[in-house]
């Protein structure tokens, strides 16, 4: 079959890049990006064409999905994991998203990585965290994905820490690595349950397919609870995804390149907590408790983080915590069941996340490496490519009609309140505000207003190289289009066109969650736009809308004949009115502090006074023992005189003992 | 002169005191009294290795030792039926093992004499190394 092979080839040909580039890529010097870029241009298009042949139900994929086994890794008694890759239309979508976004952020790295002394060491990362995202979608296996799962961390952990001489970034890397650790534990421990249950059922396996068939279907009595393995599952996808209380790391990451952060912290690696979750589908639907979990644990990050990203100044902190925030909506969705609304907006936020911040990338490379937007604004004509894009960008993440945001988030709100979850629908209406806000805040600071650029960097602002709009705009076309084209003919504008059935994006992943909605026991209703799903809709946009305008309001605007200044005083008096909720926001909520509290100070404490026991108790027990056998053996060899009659003597006073002994036993 | 003499005397005392003792205790036709004189052999024996200095005469000590066993084993085969002529069969084969045994004890000897140049064995502590 062609695909047995193409599917390899996808996560070969970067694998290929990265070992190129990683062995000789330091004698390339400038040209070292050739070699990487072009082999993941060759998979994209490959990737493009195994997914299209999967989304439109081609020969070898129909609905089921396709499985290939490359070889036979762990071939141990009844026990073996194959390394194979499993194609359906879940791994279609984000292979399209991982993609596509993977080749633009190449390509615009060219151009923000050229003034770097080493970029070569960057490409090969890009590279290998490339054949690692790609694994992770592919791989058929459990113990595969947790293979790719650790090597995304482990580029992840690289890329963060690319400028290694800063102490920031490489503290930050750190950070990363060991609090997606935390959540791998668990994600381990799942596996591990994940096992120890199929092999109570017959084989045990850990072959995705298999295992989810054999834990849901059979009904059995599981030595480890259904909700046991759904929750340690969660715990690794919580990690990756950075969801409250482990989304401490996500901000940080901000350290590393901004291609870094647009393509692993805001398009891909991030969303592998979602792709997770989304996949393993019918065990949290079997577990209706722990889908409860997921979609408190999605909403609450999304309201703190949104709450975090309206007072942060750093451009790329308030796009990352508008991450947090979207990862938050994906889990909320997948906790109320709307799986094919997370994997949405997932890929819509995916490719305007990726947009926003390649944007704000080249913002930051226009003012000369400043993040504070309090020393931007006004730079709308100065960068005008930058400035389109990224307005594109934060209209279709506030959700405005009829740009992406807006179809995804309107889903996702409204499968949540039609699913019996009102309360996350009112906190998603709340965040829904809190994001038109912040954003606009962002490009009013950013673009509008006067210029608070240092009057050394003012004459030097540049828009940045073809090589890198090019990308932006290639991103803008899918952030307006594409929660159009993948809602049609569905609602909520198909029944407006007087078009029938379900969306296209709907369409394509009914047969991956057909058996997890199957296990909810939810039915479809009849889409009513002068009903409930209207009215849903109705409010959606108007809270966009009271985000964006109160924004203007405050910030400023300057978009055609809109035009306010900005109002810093009543900013002041809005804030000093709420001075502990702006203080929470400024300063995070306090949790890195309190982590630093807990792991730093009384973690510290507690590890001194284990390392003292280690050192006065242990060891000196230990080294006791050792000093009197020593000193024993000092005393005892001197009965060892080496003259042969004192050996003697001994020997005849042992037989007299004995005979002795004898004769008073023998006599009674 | 007077110490061998004295010794002699000594010596003939002794071997007289040895028959006496095994005449009080039942003459040639008792096994007690073939018994009595191997464990007095055997403490003499005794005696000689531990308190002598020469290794010479550990060597003959030695001999000593395994004679009065040699000695209770013929005994016992002269009293006892059932072990018949393989006493002395036992017997015969503990003198060939102490030939072997006085063979390789002296030419020990004799190589660590010819190290210390002395035949003291109270200066000999090369086992303590």
Redesign the interface.
């Known amino acids: 079959m062609i695909f047995d092979v193409l599917i390899p080839l996808i996560i070969a040909l970067p694998l290929a890049g990265f070992v190129f580039t990683a062995a000789v890529g330091r004698r390339l010097g400038p040209r070292a990006h050739l070699v990487p870029v072009w082999a993941v241009g060759i998979a994209w298009a490959i990737g493009m064409v195994v997914a299209f042949s999967s989304l439109t139900g081609a020969a070898p994929f129909g609905n089921e999905g396709h499985a290939t086994t490359l070889y036979e890794w762990i071939p141990s008694g009844t026990f073996h994991v194959d390394v194979g890759f499993f194609v359906d239309n879940l791994t279609a979508c984000l292979l399209i998203v991982v993609l596509t976004i993977g080749l633009l952020v190449h390509i615009y790295s060219i151009g923000y990585m050229a003034h770097d002394p080493s970029p070569w060491r960057f490409f090969a990362y890009l590279n290998l965290f490339m054949v690692s995202m790609l694994l992770l979608v592919l791989a058929d296996n459990f113990l595969v994905v947790f293979v790719a799962w650790e090597l995304v961390g482990l580029s992840s952990y690289l890329l963060i820490g690319f400028w290694k001489h800063k102490q920031s970034a490489a503290l930050a890397a750190k950070k990363a690595f060991i609090v997606n650790r935390v959540g791998d534990v668990g994600f381990a421990l799942g596996i591990m349950a994940i096992f120890v249950d199929t092999l109570s059922l017959g084989d045990g396996t850990l072959n995705i397919q298999q295992a989810l068939h054999a834990l849901t279907t059979e009904g059995a009595n599981l030595p480890i609870p259904i909700w046991v393995v759904a929750l340690l599952v969660f715990a690794g996808a919580m990690g990756k995804s950075a969801q409250f209380p482990l989304h401490v790391w996500l901000p940080d990451a901000m350290e590393g390149p901004t291609p870094v952060s647009a393509l692993i912290h805001a398009a891909t690696m991030v969303n592998a907590g979602v792709y997770l979750v989304a996949r393993t589908n019918p065990i949290f639907a079997s577990a209706p408790g722990s889908m409860a979990v997921v979609a408190s644990i999605g909403i609450f990050t999304a309201i703190l983080a949104a709450s975090i990203a309206m007072t942060q100044t750093d451009i790329k902190r308030v796009l990352a915590y508008s991450t947090l925030s979207q990862l938050g909506y994906m889990f909320a969705s997948l906790g109320v069941g709307a799986f094919a609304a997370a994997i949405f907006h997932l890929m819509t936020h995916g490719f305007f996340k990726g947009l926003l911040f390649l944007g704000s990338g080249s913002v930051i490379h226009a003012v000369h490496e400043e993040q504070d937007m309090r020393r931007m604004g006004g730079l709308a004509r100065r960068i005008p490519h930058t400035y389109r894009t990224m307005l594109i960008g934060s209209i279709a993440i506030a959700g405005i009609p009829p740009l992406a945001g807006f179809f995804s988030k309107d889903e996702i709100l409204g499968e949540a309140w039609k699913n019996g979850f009102q309360w996350v629908w009112a906190i998603g209406i709340v965040v829904a505000v809190m994001t038109a806000f912040y954003m606009f805040r962002l490009i009013g600071l950013t673009f509008w207003g006067e210029s608070r650029v240092d009057p050394a960097v003012e004459p030097h602002i540049h828009e940045s190289p073809a090589v890198m709009t090019t990308p932006l705009w290639i991103l803008a076309v899918p952030s307006v289009l594409l929660g159009l084209v993948l809602s049609l003919p569905g609602p909520p504008l198909g029944p407006l066109l007087g078009l029938q059935g379900p969306g296209l994006l709907a369409g394509w992943l009914e047969p991956v969650f057909e058996h997890g909605t199957e296990l909810l026991g939810r039915t479809e209703a009849e889409f009513q736009l002068f009903g409930l799903d209207g009215a849903l809709l109705g409010a959606s946009v108007a809270v966009a809308v009271i985000g964006v305008l109160a924004a203007w309001r405050l910030f400023g605007v300057n978009l055609w004949r809109f035009r306010r200044n900005p109002d810093p005083e009543r900013v002041r008096t809005l804030t000093a009115r709420v001075p502990f909720l702006y203080r929470a926001s400024l300063n995070k909520w306090w949790f890195d502090d309190l982590n630093h509290l807990l792991f730093m100070v009384i973690g510290g404490r507690i590890a001194a006074f284990l390392w003292w026991f280690d050192r006065r108790v242990v060891d000196d027990t230990v080294n006791d023992i050792a000093t009197t056998t020593v000193g024993a053996g000092k005393e005892l060899?001197r009965v060892?005189?080496?003259?042969?009659?004192n050996?003697?003597?001994g020997i005849?006073v042992g037989l007299i003992v004995m005979a002795g002994s004898f004769l008073v036993l023998a006599a009674r | 002169m007077i110490r061998v003499i004295l010794g002699s005397v000594l010596a003939g005392a002794f071997i007289v005191g040895l028959g006496l003792i095994g005449l009080a205790a039942g003459g040639s036709r008792s096994l007690n009294a073939y018994l009595t004189l191997s464990g007095i052999l055997f403490a003499i024996g005794m005696f000689g290795f531990l308190a002598r200095r020469n290794a010479i005469s550990m060597l003959m000590a030695i001999e000593l030792m395994l004679n009065a066993v040699n000695l209770s084993i013929i005994g016992f085969a002269s009293f006892d039926e059932k072990l018949g002529p393989s006493g002395s069969v036992i017997a015969l084969l503990v003198m060939a093992v102490a030939a072997g045994e006085a063979t390789v004890g002296l030419s020990i000897i004799l190589a660590i004499y010819r190290n210390k140049k002395t035949p003291l064995v109270d200066e000999y502590d090369a086992m303590s190394q």
């Open positions: 060899r060892q005189t080496g003259r042969v009659q050996y003697a003597l005849a």
